[in-house]
């Protein structure tokens, strides 16, 4: 998951860095442009690391190394099972390739760190989710995006409840119907194994995926959606330890659902659950003004990021600064990217990163400023280079 590999990538010191980003084609004739598309990253690359004092010939040699090597492992699970994008991070000594789960915009970045900004979106939540897809016959996992599902097949998922229980034509021996108790639905059961018998099945059930989804979800904190008939959700959130499981699940039976439709089911859950922390960080930056601990000034956001001062750094989404800092710390914009230039905006993140604050990417549509690409908490007040 991004949060951690960002985490890494801070931690990972280097002279030279090279950060590439890509999106990729998962299916169909397209698919042959992925290998295309990166071989012209890499020149792009070649040609970036072959600027004078960028890096030494063998750290040079070594990154390229690396990104060769990757092109020709046709077994690498970013060929063979392409996701939305691609992102790698090379240096002399390292190479990590991490499938993303939303498209990139192609870029490629030579500097003394890696680019992260297409990364920050994933640090509350850049659409990515987990859909479970439960019934008595089915069990089906996704991963899931703004963009859409793609199916997983974890070893040991149970398929459905009669594979997991070896119980034979288990659905026809249970009914169940509801009733309403003080605005809530309960569930009564009939027939054979009635009642709490089938609910201890179910619940055994459960709790034979509770072990396959764990290991599929460890390190990750992506929420977990389920979908199913109602008083399957309760069960199922009893049985299972993953700590991101959405209180909110999609209701039906979606065994002969299509994907767009099981998608657009469960994106109604998820976005608000997405939002929820960004609203709150534009509430708190708003309720800072009144304390002198709100910023919108990006020279006294860049200085504040340094010294450990920035509590929440908020960025306009799709919104790069490339310029520089003169002497006396100003900023000089540069309109666009060159050998002395940085992403501003990115130096921003990462500082505050570095120094235990939070960061934001807030959507056009909510940015609290109208004139300005960064506004930040602070922790206490800094003053502008100007002061």
């Keep these: 998951m991004e949060p951690q590999l960002i985490q890494t990538l801070l931690n990972d010191p280097s002279e030279v860095c090279v950060s590439i980003y890509m999106p990729t084609f998962r299916w169909g004739r397209e698919v042959q442009q992925n290998e295309i598309r990166y071989r012209n990253l890499m020149n ?14 063998q750290d040079r040699e070594a990154i390229l190394k690396h990104l060769e090597a990757f092109r ?47 990364l920050l979106p994933a640090l509350h939540g850049d659409g990515r989710f987990v859909l479970i897809a439960v019934s008595q016959n089915h069990v089906r996992l996704f991963d899931g995006s703004a963009d859409g599902l793609e199916e997983r097949v974890p070893a ?44 201890q099945d179910i619940l055994q059930f459960f709790h034979r995926m509770d072990d396959p989804l764990t290991h599929f979800l460890e390190g990750r ?17 009893e049985a299972i330890s993953y700590r991101h499981l959405l209180p909110d699940s999609v209701h039906g039976n979606f065994d002969d659902a299509s994907l767009d439709k099981l998608h657009e089911k469960a994106w109604e859950v998820v976005l608000p659950h997405f939002q929820q922390e960004c609203d709150r960080a534009i509430s708190n930056y708003h309720d800072a003004y009144g304390q002198n601990r709100a910023t919108s000034d990006l020279e006294t956001i860049l200085r504040a990021s340094e010294v450990g001062a920035v509590e929440s750094l908020l960025i ?20 666009v990217p060159s050998e002395i230039s940085h992403d501003l905006l990115d130096d921003a993140a990462v500082e505050t990163l570095k120094n235990g604050g939070d960061v934001f990417v807030v959507r056009e549509a909510d940015f609290p400023e109208e004139e300005c690409s960064a506004v930040a908490r602070l922790r206490f007040e800094v003053a502008s280079p100007m002061d």
């Design 221 to 237: 904190n992506d929420p977990l959606v389920f979908a199913g008939v109602e008083y399957l959700y309760p069960i199922f959130k």
């Design 316 to 335: 306009r989404e799709d919104t790069a600064i490339w310029g520089h800092l003169d002497r006396d710390g100003h900023v000089q914009d540069d309109g």
């Design 44 to 57: 792009d690359a070649t040609t970036l690391l072959g600027i004078d004092e960028v890096c030494r010939p």
């Design 156 to 199: 040991e998922l149970p398929e459905n409840l009669k594979d997991a229980l070896n119980i034979d034509d288990y659905g026809a021996t249970i009914q169940h119907f509801s009733y309403a108790q003080g605005g809530d639905v309960s569930t009564m059961y009939h027939g054979q194994g009635a009642g709490d018998d089938h609910k």
């Design 72 to 118: 020709d492992d046709k077994k690498h699970d970013a060929w063979r099972h392409p996701s939305a994008g691609l992102a790698l991070f090379v240096t002399p000594d390292s190479m990590t390739v991490h499938q993303m789960g939303c498209t990139m915009t192609e870029q490629v970045h030579v500097g003394e760190r890696f680019y992260l900004r297409p």
